[in-house]
């Protein structure tokens, strides 16, 4: 029989993966090992029996048979945290595609054990009076420094050493003598480095509306009842969804439970944490991407320790090593920024859902907005839907007006405000409240191009145009290239180049030529690149210290500005150009959650959608506020073309240095995967959306089917056709990634 080979991590923490040790597999356990099992190891010199992870099998080994040590036995009696995180790790390379090791990488987010933090309390354990004798012994000029230790000390009992070394300059020598004497005792303990969250409001807990009563209740009967279920709550803007969770989650927190919230964006931490704050104390943290690495461990630790109730933040908090967590809320559940950019490309649902599965927590989805996805799932009885159709409070839904961009230029506004947009800011200023304005674009101009032949300024580096900031220079946001702008055409020479002036930078200088008195504030990722620049920004908007916010995407997403009457959105329909198919579900989401920042604390709120295309079933349902019909429509767009949620789509993503290699592999594996199933398809291979980036190749392909598990087996066969050709040492280096489900085109 065929030898068999497991490499086993010893120690399950991140700073060990790169550390696996081969061990044999003896028949007896040959049919039964799979990958991410928890094994007993025959470890040292003394072959002292230890649990390990098998993170990858295989048939064959460079080292000698009889140097390797036999795996004793597989634990089946695995529980707790190391074996929950090993199987949402072999979850992940199952559904995603890579290597164990590299989930095993997502899933432990803390690269390394970082030593505690010490505090160190100097305490006197000498008699006051007999201190005092002592002083009076010593000499002004030859211990000076003993004296003023001395001096503290009879005004304090205990002293922080850090100010008594830097505050009284006290030497480590002069204390050393001072606790060999019998006067001081330093005693150390460890000290958390809990993230700074900043300084808000806390509000009072508001009494739950009866609406809210009945979904938080309804959910929490379910889950006593063994409904394993997903819930998703729909609630429209401003309805209060964010009072429920924690209803939900104080009912769990008194039963011993711990409990993870998810939220899609860092500016949505400080609302959020001082929110949780007001009602559950110190036991809640939060997690985010700005932490230091000393930071990151410490809230980790006080979660695996039982220190900390409630995790906070965005993807990664999944993560959270809770002993027995009760609840995973993900609010606006349909936000892109929960799928992983990086490999492995999970989706924090799936995950999210896999992990509740293994831990009988209770999944709760909400948004104003949902996912295409989860609302037909709830349509299909997958998901318990719950509904939250008023606003908190009584509060009205804002009234929203199009504006007609095309109409404008025909009657020669040529500014970036339409008429009625300019009117209501005007109007806003004169009665001291706010206006929100956003943009999805930042810098001064989108792209620099010649109004003669048409040539774009673009990356070298990159296959994207460069953008024109502030400074007259230009910039790729991708590698961070920079050149000046030209002032002639370098195809043509014609000097008619010049930018699409239409960022959040320019905008603010138009506000600022049109309103001087008007104090205008901008957010975006400029102004956001330092950890403590949201918090900094929000609050002062959130205080009356600006009369304008402009921004991006991140401004109009589940923040709460009780003074904010005006929204406007510059360019809605720029989204609606981004050439896939999420296109319009994404111009629906970011323009009804942008519109509901508006009116939430009683007083009317307006918005002034501005685009070209006013006639588009997204821009006419955001501005009518009708989830239900734009999921109808897209839903038969969907269904045609045989899109999500009708099916699943796999994308094969290839990289290369080489600028034929990557086409050349795609169309090899292409031909290894049409034995798959009959009814796969096959779309591709092409060159990426962005065909060249910090100088490699990209080209991909896309496979569709109404089977995740067909497209499962196809990613796995993907990956053994990919091993084979680079086992051939003639072949060229190409990097091949995959992207289950994508929600942004590649």
């Not at 295409?372 to 318990?384: I, N, P, V």
């Not at 603010?508 to 008195?517: N, S, V």
């Not at 005006?566 to 150009?577: H, N, Q």
């Not at 050709?725 to 929600?743: G, H, K, N, T």
């Amino acid at each position: 029989m065929d030898e068999l080979y497991a490499s086993v991590i010893v120690d399950i923490s991140a700073e060990k993966l790169d550390r696996p040790f081969t061990y044999r597999v003896g028949e007896a356990l040959r049919e039964e090992l799979k990958e991410g099992m928890e094994v007993l190891i025959p470890f040292g010199k003394g072959n002292t029996l230890r649990k390990g992870y098998v993170v990858e099998l295989k048939d064959e080994c460079a080292i000698e048979k009889d140097k390797l040590k036999e795996i004793a036995d597989i634990n089946r009696k695995a529980v707790g945290l190391e074996a929950r995180t090993m199987a949402l790790a072999a979850w992940m390379k199952k559904t995603c595609g890579g290597t164990l090791i590299n989930a095993m990488r997502t899933v432990l987010p803390v690269k390394k054990k970082i030593q505690a933090k010490s505090y160190k309390t100097i305490i006197l354990k000498a008699d006051r009076n007999e201190l005092a004798v002592m002083a009076e012994k010593l000499s002004p000029l030859r211990f000076a420094a003993r004296l003023r230790l001395y001096r503290a000390l009879a005004e304090a009992d205990e002293l922080p050493e850090e100010m008594v070394r830097d505050k009284l300059k006290i030497s480590a020598s002069v204390l050393k003598t001072a606790e060999k004497d019998g006067i001081i005792e330093v005693r150390s303990s460890e000290q958390y480095r809990t993230p700074s969250i900043g300084r808000g409001n806390l509000k009072a807990v508001a009494a739950l509306s009866p609406a809210q009563e009945a979904v938080a209740k309804e959910i929490m009967a379910g889950a006593a009842a063994g409904d394993r279920r997903p819930s998703l709550i729909y609630g429209i803007t401003g309805s209060g969804k964010t009072e429920v969770y924690m209803e939900i989650i104080a009912e769990a927190v008194s039963r011993g439970k711990q409990c993870i919230v998810l939220i899609p964006e860092i500016a949505l931490s400080f609302q959020t944490l001082m929110r949780f704050y007001a009602r559950f104390g110190d036991r809640v943290s939060v997690m985010h991407s700005r932490l230091s690495e000393g930071e990151r461990y410490d809230q980790f630790q006080r979660a695996a320790k039982g220190k900390l109730d409630i995790m906070i933040g965005p993807r990664s908090a999944l993560f959270t090593p809770f002993p027995d967590p009760g609840v995973i809320i993900i609010d606006e559940e349909h936000e892109g920024s929960y799928k992983s950019e990086r490999a492995p490309k999970y989706h924090a649902r799936e995950a999210a859902e896999y992990l509740a599965s293994v831990t009988g927590a209770t999944l709760v989805l909400g948004s104003a907005t949902p996912s295409m996805e989860s609302w037909y799932r709830a349509q299909q009885g997958e998901y318990r839907l719950f509904k939250l159709g008023e606003r908190y409070g009584g509060a009205r839904l804002p009234r929203v007006s199009i504006a007609d961009m095309r109409e404008e230029l025909k009657a020669g506004n040529r500014s970036f405000f339409s008429d009625k947009l300019k009117s209501l800011i005007t109007d806003r200023l004169f009665k001291g409240e706010q206006s929100m304005l956003f943009i999805n674009r930042r810098g001064v101009a989108g792209f620099v191009s010649c109004r003669s032949c048409g040539y774009v300024v673009r990356c070298p580096h990159c296959d994207v145009s460069l953008t024109q900031h502030r400074d007259g220079r230009l910039y790729c946001h991708y590698c961070g290239h920079s050149e000046d702008t030209p002032k002639l055409c370098p195809e043509c020479g014609s000097k008619y180049i010049a930018g699409f002036k239409a960022g959040t930078e320019r905008i603010e200088d138009e506000l600022k030529k049109l309103y001087p008195q008007a104090r205008v504030s901008r957010m975006d990722a400029d102004t956001t690149k330092n950890r403590d620049d949201y918090e900094r920004i929000l609050q002062a908007f959130a205080d009356g210290d600006a009369d304008i916010l402009v921004g991006t995407q991140m401004i109009v997403k589940g923040h709460d500005f009780p003074n904010v009457t005006l929204v406007g959105a510059i360019a809605a329909d720029i989204s609606l150009y981004a050439g896939d198919y999420h296109a319009s579900e994404r111009t629906y989401q970011l323009l009804a959650q942008a519109a509901g920042r508006a009116g939430r604390a009683g007083k009317p709120g307006e918005v002034v959608i501005q685009t070209y295309q006013p006639e588009h079933y997204s821009i006419v349902c955001a501005a009518s506020q009708d989830y239900e019909s734009f999921y109808e429509r897209e839903l038969s767009y969907r269904r045609l073309a045989a899109y999500p949620p009708f099916s699943h789509m796999l994308s094969l993503q290839f990289f290369s240095r080489d600028p034929d290699a990557g086409m050349e592999r795609a169309r090899l594996i292409k031909e290894k995967l049409k034995g798959v199933a009959g009814d796969l398809v096959i779309l591709g291979p092409s060159e990426a959306l962005i065909g060249k980036l910090k100088d490699v190749y990209r080209c991909g392909m896309y496979l569709r089917h109404g089977s995740l598990d067909v497209l499962i087996a196809a990613k796995d066969a993907a990956e053994a056709a990919q091993a084979e050709i680079c086992a051939d040492p003639r072949s060229r280096e190409v990097a091949l990634q995959f992207d289950m489900d994508p929600v942004t085109s590649f």
